[in-house]
T-cell receptor, first 111, second 112 residues
């Protein structure tokens, strides 16, 4: 069974540029998470979905970040105008019964 | 909201010794406590979990203990091996939600 896949694996931007991250969860997993993991810190939840519905996006900076999961499968996380403070690894995870399976992450550097 | 604190930021043990990583949580309604391992340059990988209906769970060399009264849980690794070297994250979530809150991580180094 394929795991969680993410793309791109790396991204380097100038401040003010936009970027999108894509996640393909494990087939059949109804819950999908996006986390931000700054260097040397634990993952911090940005948003999570059950099927296509947003369940919690309270930690998502709504002025610049957006996330969608239109068909309850793949998901896209977008940063409209990146800031240096957004430099981190962005992790996608999926689950069905509680245990989360993580993708390899996208390492974002904002110069 | 829930907060999870990991008390040891780094831990060094000799190969073959035991290692213990401790975490505390704040929300008494938390009922699911997973542990994840992150090796250098890699993503998180599930290692073991415990639910609040038990106070101990073992899987091979790993044991998780849960003290609900103290809101404390711990990961015990016996007979440590070099491949156990990694960052370990504890986490907690409430029973009525899939939202998991992670600790800040403990870097375990197993020395030869």
């Amino acid at each position: 069974e394929a795991g969680v896949t993410q793309s791109p694996r790396y991204a380097v931007l100038q401040e003010g540029q936009a970027v999108s991250f894509w996640c393909d969860p494990i087939s059949g997993h109804d819950t999908l998470y996006w986390y931000q993991q700054p260097r040397d810190q634990g993952p911090q939840l940005l948003v999570y979905f059950r099927d296509e519905a947003v369940i919690d996006n309270s930690q998502l900076p709504s002025d610049r970040f957006s996330a969608v999961r239109p068909k309850g499968t793949n998901s896209t996380l977008k940063i409209q105008s990146a800031k240096q403070g957004d430099t981190a690894t962005y992790l996608c995870a999926s689950s069905l019964t509680g245990q989360e399976f993580f993708g390899p992450g996208t390492r974002l550097t904002v110069l | 909201g829930e907060k999870v604190e990991q008390h040891e930021s780094t831990l060094s043990v000799r190969e073959g010794d035991s290692a213990v990583i401790n975490c505390t949580y704040t929300d008494t309604a938390s009922s699911y406590f997973p542990w994840y391992k992150q090796e250098a340059g890699k993503s998180l990988h599930f290692v073991i979990d415990i639910r609040s209906n038990v106070d101990r769970k073992q899987s091979q060399r790993l044991t998780v203990l849960l003290d609900k009264k103290a809101k404390r849980f711990s990961l015990h690794i016996t007979a440590t091996q070099p491949e156990d070297s990694a960052i370990y994250f504890c986490a907690a979530s409430l029973s009525n939600t899939n939202k998991v809150v992670f600790g800040t991580g403990t870097r375990l180094q197993v020395l030869p």
